[in-house]
């Protein structure tokens, strides 16, 4: 086990945040400190853990003096300005933000696939971790990839509001309740179209191609993590009225065979997978059975017959746990052994 290290955990009080907080709580990791930091709306206010009450107070000057590492799971803007200011002063950063994911020398980690990159956090002082989509798909890619080689991968993610933070998940209840409640809906909010009983085909701000920056963000994280720079990925990325739990339907085509009897052995045997896949008995992955559990759940797996040597198969994960805080830990964990 490694010495008692101090964590700041910066976006406390969000959802991420919060998951955090649990997740911190069921980890060996042992803390010396714990700082909890979140915009100045939140100062002042008071969160649980561990039995005690811990005070939020805003990034200031010297926050990050004396701390070991920080967990940042805020937005990206906050992670430019302040992770550089926290390395400057001593502490590393693991961050769940879009900021850094893309950067060349910092490590994008999904530890189940490629932990040892964390060793190279020294360049900037920063990990990264990737998108919650990206995450879960790594875990079961990763395997598929080093035993048949991926090509090319279609992805249609099913993301609920709470993979767009607290506020989406308000719109989505206040939503719901007005419309059983026959009252229409105040338009808007941290979803651009009212979420309750629709699908919103937008995640994420639209580029000039047509894609969105989450749509895109999903293929290059994937070849960056899957180390796989040569990998195809057409993605598309849809808010769905369902509060935890994210779904995506993945068609994937390798360089060499892998019948779906022996993808399905081999997922059951990769770290970080669950195989629920007995379809006569009406088994396969849902949101309600990921929700509060760590891994990644994958069924569905089938032969894609329409083309040689493709797989269709469906990925679920809770947003909030696999793809966000458990990472963020495990990526603590690791980097807490190089401090
Ligand atoms: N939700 C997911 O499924 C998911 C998955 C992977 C990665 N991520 C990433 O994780 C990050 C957090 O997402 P979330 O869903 O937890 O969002 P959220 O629920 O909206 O929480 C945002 C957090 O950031 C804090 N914050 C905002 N402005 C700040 C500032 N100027 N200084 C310090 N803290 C500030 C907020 O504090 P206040 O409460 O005081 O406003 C809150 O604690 C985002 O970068 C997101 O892209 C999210």
Not at 4 to 15: E, K, M, N, Q, R
Not at 26 to 43: D, H, I, K, N
Not at 177 to 188: F, T, V
Not at 274 to 288: H, I, N, R, S
């Amino acid at each position: 086990m490694s010495k008692p290290i101090s964590v700041a955990l910066v976006g406390a009080t969000g959802l991420v945040g919060r998951a955090v907080l649990d997740a911190l709580g069921e980890s060996s990791l042992p803390l010396s400190r714990l700082t909890l930091l979140a915009s100045a709306r939140s100062a002042g206010t008071r969160l649980e853990h561990a039995g005690a009450e811990l005070p939020v107070a805003a990034p200031a000057e010297g926050a990050f003096r004396g701390v070991d590492a920080a967990i940042f799971c805020a937005p990206a803007e906050v992670a430019r300005e302040w992770a550089p200011r926290a390395w400057a002063e001593g502490c590393a950063v693991v961050d769940a933000s879009p900021a850094f994911r893309l950067e060349p020398d910092v490590p994008l980690v999904v530890p189940e696939v490629n932990g040892a990159a964390v060793d190279g956090f020294r360049a900037r002082g920063v990990v990264a971790s990737p998108g919650g989509a990206a995450a879960a798909l790594s875990v079961v890619l990763g395997p598929l990839h080093a035993a048949a080689g991926l090509e090319r991968v279609v992805a249609t993610t099913l993301e609920p509001a709470a993979s767009a933070g607290h506020r989406a998940v308000q719109q989505l209840e206040r939503e719901a309740m007005d419309l059983m409640n026959g009252r229409e809906p105040e338009p808007g909010g941290a979803v651009p179209h009212r979420l309750a009983f629709n699908l919103v085909p937008q995640v994420g701000a639209f580029l000039e191609d047509g894609r969105t920056d989450a749509e895109e963000g999903l293929g290059a994280e994937l070849r960056k993590v899957l180390g796989a720079p040569g990998l195809r990925v057409a993605a598309t990325a849809v808010r769905v009225p369902v509060f935890y739990g994210q779904a995506a339907v993945v068609n994937a085509a390798t360089a060499r065979a892998l019948p779906a009897a022996a993808a399905r052995d081999l997922l059951r045997r990769s770290p970080g997978v669950k195989v629920l896949d007995a379809t006569a008995e009406g088994v396969y992955p849902m949101p309600m059975l990921a929700v509060n559990d760590d891994a990644v759940l994958v069924g569905r797996v089938r032969d894609d017959r329409s083309q040689e040597h493709g797989l269709e198969l469906v990925v679920v994960s809770d947003e909030l746990r696999k793809g966000a805080a458990t990472n963020l830990v495990q990526i603590l964990e690791r980097l807490a052994a190089l401090l």
